[in-house]
């Protein structure tokens, strides 16, 4: 079983800045693409960045600029720095990750992490 593990939400003034990281643990596996996905009340879900197993990444034009994803492999985690806060931000934040399986992508999904800016 494939575990995904958040950690780095919280409260934070306007203008602030927070990390998110989702460290994926388990059997042994071969992870794909890994993203942020967030949801605030009453909106839908949306995603806000996915980054490829060989670092190529893309954002949502409301984050681009402010918030960079990385990962580091060996240690299957993915990262989420956010800058620049805006009260806009407001959302729980849930990371995933596409692990193949028997010649398919099977997407894990994190347990989401709170994320609220304050004005």
């Known amino acids: 079983q494939v575990q995904l593990v958040e950690s780095g939400g919280g409260l934070v003034q306007s203008g602030g800045s927070l990390r998110l990281s989702c460290a994926a643990s388990?059997?042994?596996?071969?992870?794909?693409?890994m993203g942020w996905y967030r949801q605030a009340p009453g909106k839908q879900r949306e995603l806000v960045a996915h980054?490829?197993?060989?670092?190529?990444?893309t954002y949502a034009a409301s984050v681009k600029g402010r918030f960079t994803i990385s990962r580091a492999n060996r240690e299957n985690t993915v990262y989420l720095e956010m800058n620049s806060l805006k009260t806009e931000d407001t959302a729980v934040y849930s990371c995933?990750?596409?692990?193949?399986?028997?010649?398919?992508?099977?997407?894990?999904w994190g347990q989401g992490t709170q994320v609220t800016v304050s004005s």
């Open positions: 995933y990750a596409d692990i193949l399986e028997l010649s398919t992508l099977q997407r894990y």
């Open positions: 980054i490829s197993s060989a670092g190529s990444t």
């Open positions: 388990g059997r042994s596996f071969s992870i794909n693409r």
